[in-house]
C-alpha cells in the first residue's frame, strides 16, 4: 500500500517558538491531505485539510494563524505551530488519499512536547 | 451530519476466545466505515473497510466486519484473539465514498488480550 511519512517523530521546544511538521507522500501524489490532533487516550480530531496549490480549510475551533498549513507541492504538507505552548502538546497525525482508492493513508504521527 | 460511537473503551479478552468491538453509525448519507488499529507509538493501519459493497467485509488478521443498515451498526469481530491484538481501535465514519471525505473517527476501543 502507498505510505505516508511524517518528520519529525517527536519534538521537545520551547514556549513560545514555532515547530515544523512535514508529511510527505512517498509513492504517489496528493492534492489532499489532512491533519488530525489526538490527546493523550483520546481519539483523532481532524483539524484541517491541506489542499494543494490552494488555502487550507479549517475545522471549527482551529486557529489558522496559530496552526500554518502550507501545501507546497503534490508530495509534502506541513503543519507549523507558531507559538507553541504546553496546551499544543500533543500527537499530530497527517494522512493523505491515494488517487482511485477510497482509503486515506496515515502518517506515524508527530509527538511534540511543549516546556 | 455523520457520527460514530463505540459502545466500549475498553474491553478484556483472554487470548483464543473471540473478540467483538460495538459501533454505531449515524449518517445522512450511504456511508463508507472503516476500522484502523493503532499500536503503541505507530501510525494508525486500516484493517477493513465497507464501501456499499458486500455487507459481510473481511479485513486483515482474520478480523471480518458486518454492516447492517437497520441497526445501523457496523461491529468488529475475529474468531480467536492473539496476544499481538492488543491495540487502541478506531470505528471511522466517512461523509462519503472516496479517500478525499473528512473521516469522523469514534472515541476509540482498548483491546486487552490476557493469556
Known amino acids: 500500500g502507498a505510505v505516508v511519512s511524517q518528520h519529525p517523530s517527536w519534538v521537545i521546544c520551547k514556549s513560545g517558538t514555532s515547530v515544523k511538521i512535514e508529511c510527505r507522500s512517498l509513492d504517489f501524489q496528493a492534492t489532499t491531505m489532512f491533519w488530525y490532533r489526538q490527546f493523550p487516550k483520546q481519539s483523532l480530531m481532524l483539524m484541517a485539510t491541506?489542499?494543494?496549490?490552494?488555502?487550507?480549510?479549517?475545522e471549527q475551533g482551529v486557529e489558522k494563524d496559530k496552526f500554518l498549513i502550507n501545501h507546497a507541492s503534490l508530495t509534502l504538507s506541513t503543519l507549523t505551530v507558531t507559538s507553541a505552548h504546553p496546551e499544543d502538546s500533543s500527537f499530530y497525525i497527517c494522512?493523505?488519499?491515494?488517487?482511485?482508492?477510497?482509503?486515506?493513508?496515515f502518517g506515524p504521527g508527530t509527538r511534540l512536547l511543549v516546556l | 451530519a455523520q457520527s460514530v460511537t463505540q459502545l466500549d473503551s475498553h474491553v478484556s479478552v483472554s487470548e483464543g476466545t473471540p473478540v467483538l468491538l460495538r459501533c454505531n453509525y449515524s449518517s445522512s448519507y450511504s456511508p463508507s466505515l472503516f476500522w484502523y488499529v493503532q499500536h503503541p507509538n505507530k501510525g494508525l493501519q486500516l484493517l477493513l473497510k465497507?464501501?456499499?459493497?458486500?455487507?459481510l467485509v473481511k479485513g486483515i488478521n482474520g478480523f471480518e466486519a458486518e454492516f447492517k443498515k437497520s441497526e445501523t451498526s457496523f461491529h468488529l469481530t475475529k474468531p480467536s484473539a492473539h496476544m499481538s491484538d492488543a491495540a487502541e481501535y478506531f470505528c471511522v465514519v466517512s461523509e462519503g465514498t472516496g479517500g478525499y471525505n473528512k473521516l469522523i473517527f469514534g472515541a476509540g476501543t482498548r483491546l486487552a488480550v490476557h493469556p
Open positions: 491541506s489542499n494543494e496549490g490552494s488555502k487550507a480549510t479549517y
Open positions: 494522512s493523505a488519499p491515494a488517487r482511485m482508492e477510497e482509503t486515506q493513508y
Open positions: 465497507y464501501t456499499s459493497a458486500a455487507t
